[in-house]
């Protein structure tokens, strides 16, 4: 795909609307435009000296928006990437402004930020007197390994430094057992950025003993009975939100086609099938929880499907706000060495694997979860999640918006229900209202549980705000004749025209 861009006067027509829409989303992106300069001004120019030097930054903020608008969104739209301080459901930046957070830090906030400063802050106190003594272990990691078994319902565990690393190792322990070379993911699934788990575009090496099938589809069941070459499939539970897509995000919102809907009795039974196959092939199921662990269920996915897997990964929010991958699994398949073979082994390192830091946040966090009313809270979670989304989709009708939220309890994304280009300017406005979101925009909102139903209320309000300031602004025009297809048409003409 070639590279070409938008200049500012096709910027604001590129799907040829009447001049005074275009001269209305004009007017819109600059009072944008100028509210973002004055409001955001410490924090852009700091953010703008890091972007030099910082190459995680410099990507993050070249694919917030489709690459045809991107340099002229970020030169005018750019509201920073540094933060001063949380505190309840809110982060505050550097020039003092403060935001409901709808980023949930990529899944690991889910107590809340207080929550885990406080993990952080007695775990210190705990484990203060070793210090970062690596190779030997604190004896808080028993309580740790113990609660884990207990949650997991798996024999052993393993600690690392990420939730990537915990995927490479289940995947890599499974080729060992099983002696098998392929490993299945399935469309669109998101496995930590290592190359085996993540085929095709954003992994410039081929990743050949991948297998990629669709999700939630028998003729995938079919292929791993006819097989003999595969040692594991890979389940990533979040994908029932969106099976076969990759996580939405917002650089590949061209049109309205994101689709998204969670139908937890569907997803329970395909994997139950998968389950079934798999112990019939001997292959090892893992179910890869590093998102959705203690999110849906204190027995994570397992439990909330009803569906036991062989290998589990968790991650995330389990570090109680340290950096974690954790793998548990099966005795037979979590064992690095053969008994009668001693040179045949599987190796596993991690400088900082098992950082007594870490397990000391860990043992906070595992030791809130036991708490009476947190098990309370779980067994009303979806209720009042599916409630909240529930609302706001009805506001958002009422507002004449054209928007729906779907939700996997407190992962929300956000579809768009009339053909538009323009879909991706709505993380904007909702920065305007005070909403930060994370690099991938709409595409995927994650919820802390500590917000408060006036905590939500608010957010509500701010979110039909910014969608009717949008609207009023003309970025959903629309004279009828377009459909999501008649854009990708548009968009496959622009890149051929390159070409010649
Ligand atoms: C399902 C899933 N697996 C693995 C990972 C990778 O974890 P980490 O970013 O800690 O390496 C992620 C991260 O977002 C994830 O969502």
Not at 58 to 63: G, S, V
Not at 293 to 316: C, P, S
């Amino acid at each position: 795909m070639p590279f070409y861009e938008y200049d500012e006067e096709r910027f604001f027509r590129s799907d040829d609307p009447p001049a005074d829409i275009a001269w209305r989303r004009r007017a819109g992106f600059v009072r944008l435009a100028e509210l973002f300069r004055k409001r955001f001004a410490q924090t852009r120019r700091l953010t703008a000296e890091l972007e030099v030097t910082l190459s995680d930054l410099q990507f993050t903020t070249a694919y917030r928006v489709p690459f045809q608008y991107s340099r002229f969104v970020r030169r005018h739209l750019d509201a920073g990437a540094l933060v001063a301080s949380s505190e309840g459901v809110s982060l505050t930046d550097l020039d003092g402004n403060r935001f409901f957070d709808l980023t949930g830090s990529y899944g690991v906030n889910l107590f809340g930020y207080d929550f885990y400063k406080g993990c952080i802050e007695r775990g210190s106190d705990r484990v203060r007197a070793l210090g970062p003594v690596l190779g030997a272990y604190h004896p808080v990691i028993i309580s740790n390994v113990n609660r884990l078994r207990e949650i997991s319902a798996l024999d052993e565990v393993s600690f690392h430094m990420s939730g990537t690393e915990a995927v490479m190792q289940a995947v890599r322990l499974a080729r060992y057992h099983t002696r098998r070379l392929h490993l299945v993911r399935f469309s669109g699934a998101y496995h930590g950025w290592w190359g085996d788990v993540q085929p095709g575009v954003g992994n410039p090496v081929p990743a050949r003993e991948t297998y990629t099938l669709r999700d939630m589809d028998r003729a995938s069941l079919r292929i791993l009975r006819g097989r003999r070459d595969i040692a594991c499939v890979l389940v990533n539970p979040g994908q029932s939100l969106h099976p076969n897509a990759s996580a939405p995000s917002d650089s590949t919102l061209v049109d309205s086609a994101r689709r998204a809907h969670f139908d937890r009795e569907a997803y329970a039974a395909w994997l139950k099938e998968l389950r079934a196959v798999c112990t019939e092939r001997d292959i090892v199921l893992v179910f890869d929880e590093v998102l959705v662990g203690f999110r849906l269920a204190l027995g994570g996915a397992q439990e909330y499907f009803g569906v036991r897997a062989d290998m589990v990964v968790y991650g995330k929010t389990l570090g109680g706000g340290l950096p974690i991958g954790a793998l548990c699994g099966r005795r037979d398949l979590m064992k690095r060495f053969r008994d009668d073979r001693p040179t045949d082994f599987c190796f596993a390192r991690g400088t900082f694997n098992s950082h007594p830091y870490v397990m000391a946040a860990m043992h906070e966090f595992l030791s809130h979860l036991q708490m009476p009313e947190v098990h309370e809270s779980y067994a009303n979670l979806d209720q009042v999640w599916n409630a909240r989304a529930c609302r706001l989709n009805e506001l958002l009708r009422e507002a004449d918006v054209p928007l729906e939220i779907a939700n996997l309890s407190s992962i929300w994304t956000v579809c768009y229900t009339r053909p538009s280009r323009y879909n991706w300017m709505l993380q904007y406005y909702l920065r305007a209202q005070g909403l930060a979101l994370s690099w991938i925009g709409t595409g995927r909102l994650i919820f802390s549980l500590n917000y408060t139903d006036a905590d939500f209320d608010a957010v509500t309000n701010r979110f039909v705000a910014a969608a009717c300031a949008m609207r009023d602004d003309g970025w959903w025009w629309t004279d009828g004749s377009v459909t999501n297809k008649s854009i990708r048409r548009r968009i496959a003409r622009e890149v051929l025209a390159r070409f010649l």
